[in-house]
């Protein structure tokens, strides 16, 4: 049990939830749409669970529905939860993830659907307040509207964001230092799991800035883009990864350098991609917090595991949105999927 909060009507709402989510079965069938429209189609199949899309059917429509139901679902468990450091914890990751593809999406002129696809809101990113940012022409003006917002990551965006020619990975940098300061205080509150899970969370975002700076040109030491938080990946190992020559090579260095740690995994897994170590990342978390569960089933473990079932959700059919309408082979739709089996 969370310290100082009794999870178990949380958990017990979680669990309920929980049989509401797409199954992995579902996801796989619905990988062999041959446009938007069946897909649509199918997920209206699988019952009221889903938000409706809206007419006529085009795969913004169905993203926006995606978005809205995973938005309900969270509402259901913030009424229950009044204070709890766990939804803290995966809204700072969520908006991190939200801000990073908005940003993204404005440094590289993205359409505002591109910039939505697989976005999760959140009590700081409303689904209205996401839709105004994919509009916004620069990263400076998101970040205006975010500072207009009173969102807590406007400080640290204002000064890398904000400039005549934004760099990508300050950017990024800052989003994930936004999230290791929000979410390990918020974890200070909880049980071991959920500390544990919080500095993997972080060990991974360094992971995944080690692996894009590796191999680049910069303008910054290595050691000015590492987050504090994480647990198994130091300092030292990171500058070495970034000094590496490549992303492959950064990778192979995280691995002798995590030797022993469940993170090890992740590095010979990730192959120098951060998207795939991403993936791999989200697998692994779901499959430990399953044991978790069992292991503690009135701990954090149930409430983690419904959280990052919803994440996946929500990544997987903007995947299968995206490529069906790019017409990808089905057998390449579904080894993109994160959802697990059970």
């Known amino acids: 049990m969370t310290a100082g909060f009794d999870l178990t009507a949380l958990v017990a709402r979680a669990r309920g939830l929980r049989t509401r989510l797409v199954a992995r079965g579902v996801l796989d069938e619905l990988a062999d749409a041959s446009d938007v429209q069946s897909l649509a189609r199918g997920l209206a199949r699988q019952g009221p669970w889903l938000e409706p899309v809206e007419q006529p059917v085009t795969w913004g429509r169905v993203e926006a529905a995606v978005r809205r139901t995973a938005a309900r679902h969270l509402r259901v468990l913030a009424t229950w939860a009044r204070a709890c450091p766990l939804l803290d914890i995966f809204y700072a990751d969520q908006d991190r993830r939200n801000l990073r593809a908005l940003l993204r999406g404005a440094l590289e002129g993205a359409s505002v659907d591109e910039r939505l696809a697989g976005l999760l809101a959140t009590p700081r990113l409303p689904e209205r307040l996401l839709e105004v940012l994919a509009r916004q022409p620069t990263a400076a003006r998101v970040?205006?509207?975010?500072?207009?917002?009173?969102?807590?990551?406007?400080?640290?965006?204002?000064?890398?964001?904000?400039?005549?020619?934004?760099?990508?990975?300050?950017?990024?940098?800052?989003?994930?230092?936004?999230?290791?300061?929000?979410?390990?205080?918020?974890?200070?509150?909880?049980?071991?799991?959920?500390?544990?899970?919080?500095?993997?969370?972080?060990?991974?975002?360094?992971?995944?800035?080690?692996?894009?700076?590796?191999?680049?040109?910069?303008?910054?030491?290595?050691?000015?883009?590492?987050?504090?938080?994480?647990?198994?990946?130091?300092?030292?190992?990171?500058?070495?990864?970034?000094?590496?020559?490549?992303?492959?090579?950064?990778?192979?260095?995280?691995?002798?350098?995590?030797?022993?740690?469940?993170?090890?995994?992740?590095?010979?897994?990730?192959?120098?991609?951060?998207?795939?170590?991403?993936?791999?990342?989200?697998?692994?978390?779901?499959?430990?917090?399953?044991?978790?569960?069992?292991?503690?089933?009135?701990?954090?473990?149930?409430?983690?595991?419904?959280?990052?079932?919803?994440?996946?959700?929500?990544?997987?059919?903007?995947?299968?949105?995206?490529?069906?309408?790019?017409?990808?082979?089905?057998?390449?739709?579904?080894?993109?999927?994160?959802?697990?089996?059970?």
Do not use: K
């Not at 959700?313 to 903007?318: A, F, P, S």
């Open 143 to 342: 970040v205006a509207q975010l500072v207009l917002a009173r969102h807590p990551d406007a400080a640290m965006l204002t000064p890398v964001a904000t400039r005549a020619h934004p760099a990508v990975l300050e950017v990024e940098h800052a989003l994930v230092a936004a999230f290791a300061d929000r979410s390990v205080a918020a974890a200070r509150s909880g049980d071991e799991n959920l500390r544990q899970f919080v500095r993997t969370r972080v060990d991974v975002c360094n992971m995944q800035m080690a692996l894009s700076v590796a191999g680049r040109p910069r303008d910054v030491a290595p050691d000015m883009q590492f987050t504090d938080g994480g647990a198994a990946l130091d300092r030292r190992a990171f500058a070495s990864a970034c000094d590496a020559p490549s992303a492959g090579e950064a990778s192979e260095r995280m691995r002798r350098a995590l030797a022993g740690t469940a993170l090890q995994e992740l590095a010979s897994l990730a192959g120098g991609d951060p998207v795939r170590l991403e993936d791999v990342a989200t697998r692994r978390a779901l499959e430990h917090q399953r044991r978790q569960e069992r292991l503690d089933p009135l701990g954090s473990a149930p409430l983690v595991s419904f959280l990052l079932r919803l994440q996946a959700q929500t990544m997987d059919i903007q995947r299968l949105v995206g490529g069906v309408t790019l017409g990808a082979p089905a057998s390449v739709i579904r080894a993109a999927l994160v959802t697990p089996w059970s």
